[in-house]
């Protein structure tokens, strides 16, 4: 009758070889296995950063290829309000933009125009030739309150947008 043997360890993650002591600082493959060794909690943080940089670097992408939609739409549109939906449309893929206004503020006449407003609740909408100065008429609505406060925004960052 034949004797079976046992399995061999399995191989040391340092050099491959089984049965060899790891070398010092470093870890084998069952040491990763055990969350006390803090190798397991280190690489969870590792690859969520690494996810992190990659969506990260998607949204980006995303962020960049609008930009370059938006401006095709701008050189290729035959009026200003077609140009306004593409725009619209646009956004809607980086982020919730069912509701959408495109606000124009003129600061020598301390006026604002809504030139593009969709708002799927309120049916009073600015009038898109109309300029309103601040405090006045739709110059009392938030985008104008913004500005009037200095919170208008110059630009908008990465921490703005939802993916």
Partial sequence: ?????????PPDVDSGLPNEEPMAGRTTSRDARTPESGVVPALQA?????????????????????????????????DLQEFYREVHATVAELM?????????????????????????VDPDVPDP????????????????RSRRSGSWPKAIGSEHHSP
Avoid: C
Wanted: aromatic residues 10%; proline residues 4%; hydrophobic residues 40%.
């Fill in 129 to 144: 030739t109309a300029w309103d100065q601040i405090g006045e008429g739709w110059g009392r609505s938030q985008p104008a």
């Fill in 46 to 78: 590792r690859i969520a950063a690494l996810e992190a940089r990659e969506a990260e670097h998607e949204r980006s992408e995303r962020v960049e290829a609008a930009l370059y939609r938006i401006a095709a739409a701008a050189s290729e549109a035959s």
């Fill in 1 to 9: 009758m034949r004797t079976r043997r046992a399995a061999p360890e």
């Fill in 96 to 120: 919730y933009a069912e509701n959408f206004y495109i606000a124009l503020y003129d600061d020598e006449r301390k006026a604002i125009n809504f030139p593009y407003n969709v708002d799927t």
